[in-house]
């Protein structure tokens, strides 16, 4: 038992050692090379809500500015060709499914956003860590969507 408490410690001494090798290894590469390594200062609140900007902030906007540029599009032209209520989600034709889907996307975008930047942006205590919100920020969206539309579908076949 105590030979494998030295075996530990002495493992840790040696990644110690080697960490702190490769770290002067690096300084002196710096040095001669003529150029400094920057260390790590502190990162401001904006910094870090704007490094959320590109992996969720950016799909969220397409998909809220695409579901604005279809809403104005009819399909009512194409309600012929669907008429069975079970393929309609019990919508009374295609144009109304399609408006509720497309006003069921545009306030789940709302939500996203309202999530990561109201929710946990604003809070000092979850600013420092908004980045490991992202993921959940896109399932949440999804989420809201899929029960805003699974409840509209039940309340279809239930019944007025």
Same mark, same amino acid.
């Given at each position: ?6 075996? &530990? ?15 002067? &290894?690096?300084k002196?590469?710096?040095k ?24 969720y ?5 397409a ?7 279809? /809403? ?24 109304k ?21 109201? /929710? /946990?942006g604003?809070?000092?205590?979850? /600013? ?14 999804l ?18």
């Amino acid at each position: 038992m105590k030979d494998g408490e030295a075996t &530990q410690t002495q493992t840790k001494a040696n990644t110690t050692t080697t960490e702190k090798k490769t770290e002067t &290894q690096k300084k002196e590469a710096s040095k001669a090379a003529g150029t400094k390594i920057a260390a790590p200062g502190p990162v401001s609140d904006w910094d870090l809500v704007t490094s959320t900007f590109q992996p969720y902030l950016y799909p969220l906007l397409a998909v809220f500015f695409l579901a604005i540029a279809l /809403r104005p599009y009819s399909v009512a032209s194409f309600n012929d060709l669907l008429t069975d209520k079970y393929l309609l989600f019990g919508f009374e034709n295609l144009e109304k499914l399609r408006k509720h889907v497309v006003d069921n996307v545009i306030g789940s975008c709302v939500w996203g956003f309202t999530y990561l930047y109201v /929710r /946990r942006g604003m809070n000092p205590e979850f /600013r420092k860590k908004i980045t490991s919100f992202v993921q959940d920020g896109f399932y949440g969206a999804l989420a809201t969507f899929a029960t805003n539309f699974l409840k509209t579908v039940v309340m279809n076949f239930l019944g007025k």
